[in-house]
């Protein structure tokens, strides 16, 4: 008897143990969020980090970002919210902290534990100048009084709780950093890839919690609201035909070496974000993921 109360005391510790760790906050590096603003700038930091393209529903005309189409997984369909600035239907009564929390650690306020459909694992990455103006661009927007959609996902996906431990588990806050030993080209390439552009939702595959496998790169995927989608590595890309200026003109167009036309999500993605990138920014992206630099 005394032997099972012991066990049963051993277990209890460790479980307890398990709790503090799974559900402790999730931290990261502080943000200057002192920064001038630049609401202008910002415009353009929301169209590299394709807000419109998730948060609008434009197959329905839905109005600009008041949230998006439904994002089907193998967990259940997760709906992007409106992040107008209006004040109750959206996100007008946010500070720019919440904002910057909510990119840097995945936390909305009132400690809102957000599922990693929102790409904050990639958007943790931004610089604190670009959260700061994407923050006053989005406050320049329009407010649309059209309340947020409830994901459609069940027990025990629904559990908001369940998301601290998942983030204490695979999510890690944190900076882009520069490779000092690469170009100031293929460095803005690899932090719009990694970060605001997040094309690793997509393009790197998931584990069966759904974290990125983030050792693996960017060798394509299945099951995510794009459906399959291809790699994007330097092998596969070449592969596909592509160089520099095949793979920026893709990004431009929609249209590959093959003479296809990418369409559904990646369509949108190049109608409503890619295709309005400055040349330059296509180029890095073009260098960092060919690794021409």
Not at 102 to 111: D, K, N, Q, R, T
Not at 138 to 148: N, Q, R, W
Not at 190 to 197: D, Q, R
Not at 251 to 261: S, Y
């Amino acid at each position: 008897m005394r032997r099972w109360r012991s066990i049963l005391v051993i277990l209890i510790i460790i479980g307890i143990g398990a709790a503090f760790f799974l559900l402790k906050p999730v931290g990261g590096p502080e943000r200057d969020l002192t920064l001038t603003a630049d609401a202008e700038r910002g415009a353009y930091v929301m169209l590299v980090s394709g807000c419109v393209t998730c948060h609008t529903d434009t197959k329905n005309d839905g109005e600009r970002l008041a949230g998006g189409a439904p994002l089907e997984t193998p967990f259940g369909a997760f709906i992007p919210p409106n992040i107008t600035p209006h004040p109750e239907a959206g996100i007008g009564s946010w500070r720019l902290a919440d904002f910057a929390r909510a990119l840097s650690v995945g936390e909305g306020p009132g400690i809102k534990h957000y599922y990693p459909s929102f790409p904050y694992d990639n958007y943790t990455l931004m610089t604190d100048q670009d959260v700061v103006d994407l923050y006053a661009a989005l406050m320049e927007e329009d407010p649309v009084a059209t309340p947020s959609e409830p994901h459609q996902v069940g027990f025990p996906f629904n559990i908001r709780l369940a998301m601290a431990g998942w983030k204490n588990l695979f999510f890690a806050p944190q900076r882009f950093e520069p490779d000092p030993s690469r170009s100031e080209r293929w460095n803005r390439g690899a932090y719009l890839v990694n970060g605001p552009a997040h094309c690793a939702a997509c393009h790197a595959p998931r584990n069966p919690l759904g974290a990125r496998e983030a050792n693996l790169g960017l060798v394509g995927s299945s099951g995510t609201p794009a459906g399959n989608v291809p790699g994007i590595d330097k092998a596969s890309l070449e592969e596909g035909g592509y160089d520099m200026p095949g793979l920026v003109d893709t990004l431009k167009t929609g249209f590959t070496p093959g003479f296809d036309v990418l369409g559904r999500a990646m369509g949108e993605v190049i109608e409503f974000s890619t295709s309005q990138w400055r040349d330059e920014d296509l180029e890095a992206v073009a260098a960092y993921l060919l690794d021409t630099d």
